[in-house]
């Protein structure tokens, strides 16, 4: 459970601030952060408006969530052509049964998200937006299955809309959350090396599989976050970056988005104009 106390001495106003006279809180960071997690991904989830160019749709579930919340923390002005699809938790693959058939063949026992899963793809299958997109980017929890069946949900995206380019963000789960790391009281370097010696295994592998399949097309958000040597736990003014293993704080979003790497893998890939 999440006790509340001050990291060291550390206060602020807003997370990314210096000092203003309140404690930082954890359990205020939990809550506040949820509600940042989904809040541009719903808001965004409509039509493109009619005067924009090069439309952005990021479809997904929370990964896509902070995906947006990236983009925009990165350049405000994409608001105006970006866009989202806000799918069903765990339904991943769009386009076909087999996935969710295959799931229901190894748990031994009918899956009940098949129905859910498929009422999700009638709506993805009548979004218009699909068609009008400029730019698609899948980002998912990615399950190591879905990955099987990925390029087949790629294959009709471009045949339906033949001149879109299409990305797939990988995963970028960290072994704990920053939160974890202040009720630790591990601070500074030591939390950045103890994030990068014990990064999740699973997410590399996946990711390794994501950027061989796909190597056109892989946006890598792990490397965002980590370098050869260590990740990101804190920003520079000791603000957790990650409110939970895998879900960003909104400081930490504008302080990934805000460093050479995400501009480098994922501004130039997608053609963003460098930050001013």
């Known amino acids: 459970m999440l006790t509340t106390f001050a990291f060291f001495t550390l206060a602020m106003g807003r997370p990314d601030e210096k000092q203003s006279g309140q404690s930082l809180d954890v359990v205020e960071i939990q809550r506040s952060n949820e509600g940042y997690t989904w809040r541009n991904h719903r808001a965004l989830n409509s039509s493109f408006d009619t005067d924009s160019n090069n439309e952005i749709l990021v479809i997904g579930d929370s990964q896509a969530a902070d995906m947006v919340n990236l983009l925009l923390e990165y350049d405000p002005s994409l608001r105006s052509r970006l866009r989202t699809f806000v799918s069903t938790a765990g339904c991943q693959i769009k386009l076909l049964d087999q996935y969710y058939q295959q799931r229901e063949t190894n748990n031994g026992k009918a899956d009940e998200t098949i129905e859910r899963c498929r009422r999700d793809r009638q709506r993805f299958q009548q979004d218009a937006r699909l068609k009008a997109a400029d730019t698609i980017i899948l980002a998912y929890s990615w399950r ?132 001013q």
């Open 144 to 275: 190591p299955a879905a990955i099987d069946y990925l390029d087949d949900d790629i294959a009709a995206l471009s045949r339906w809309n033949p001149t879109a380019k299409i990305y797939v963000a990988g995963l970028k789960t960290q072994p704990q959350s920053g939160i974890w790391y202040l009720e630790q009281g591990i601070a500074g370097g030591a939390a950045s090396s103890f994030a990068k010696q014990n990064a999740v295994q699973e997410v590399q592998q996946i990711n390794t599989r994501l950027a061989a399949e796909f190597p056109d097309r892989f946006l890598d958000l792990l490397d965002v976050a980590c370098s050869r040597q260590a990740c990101d736990v804190f920003t520079d003014s000791g603000y957790p970056i990650f409110f939970d293993s895998s879900h960003l704080t909104s400081a930490g979003a504008r302080y990934l988005a805000s460093r050479v790497p995400f501009y480098t893998l994922v501004g130039t890939r997608l053609q963003l104009e460098p930050a």
